[in-house]
């Protein structure tokens, strides 16, 4: 299989081709499930209006229930390696908050053991 010529690098060298194969853009998927709807669209609405995006990259968020899907899709492997590592660490926050602070009648209501 050809490839196509690389664009010279800063030092002359052939820099390396951006994307996925065939030059597609990379993309990645996270689903993250919650105990109830309520949190997942707690999530969705805090990590839409955080977004803290490297460069060009275009972030997708889709909730369905209680299930959040975030898809990072960028050019460049870099660009979307450091967006993964800001929307992990942004998902690890808005989980610790909402542990913290969602008043119990959000949780999941609990099983009745017999009786």
């Given at each position: 299989?050809?490839?196509?010529?690389?664009?010279?690098?800063?030092?002359?060298?052939?820099?390396?081709?951006?994307?996925?194969?065939?030059?597609?853009?990379?993309?990645?998927?996270?689903?993250?499930?919650?105990?109830?709807?309520?949190?997942?669209?707690i999530?969705?609405?805090?990590?839409?209006?955080?977004?803290?995006?490297?460069?060009?990259?275009?972030?997708?968020?889709?909730?369905?229930?209680?299930?959040?899907?975030?898809?990072?899709?960028a050019e460049?492997?870099?660009?979307?390696?450091?967006?993964?590592?800001?929307?992990?660490?942004?998902?690890?926050?808005?989980?610790?908050?909402?542990?913290?602070?969602?008043?119990?009648?959000?949780?999941?209501?609990?099983?009745?053991?017999?009786?």
């Amino acid at each position: 299989m050809e490839q196509a010529p690389r664009a010279p690098g800063p030092d002359g060298a052939a820099a390396p081709a951006a994307g996925g194969p065939g030059g597609q853009p990379l993309q990645i998927a996270l689903t993250v499930p919650f105990p109830s709807p309520v949190e997942a669209e707690i999530a969705h609405w805090f990590l839409t209006s955080h977004a803290e995006l490297r460069g060009p990259v275009r972030q997708e968020l889709d909730v369905n229930v209680t299930v959040l899907t975030v898809r990072l899709t960028a050019e460049d492997p870099g660009q979307l390696q450091m967006s993964i590592t800001s929307c992990l660490d942004q998902v690890s926050r808005v989980i610790r908050t909402m542990q913290r602070v969602v008043p119990p009648f959000f949780a999941k209501p609990q099983q009745d053991k017999g009786g």
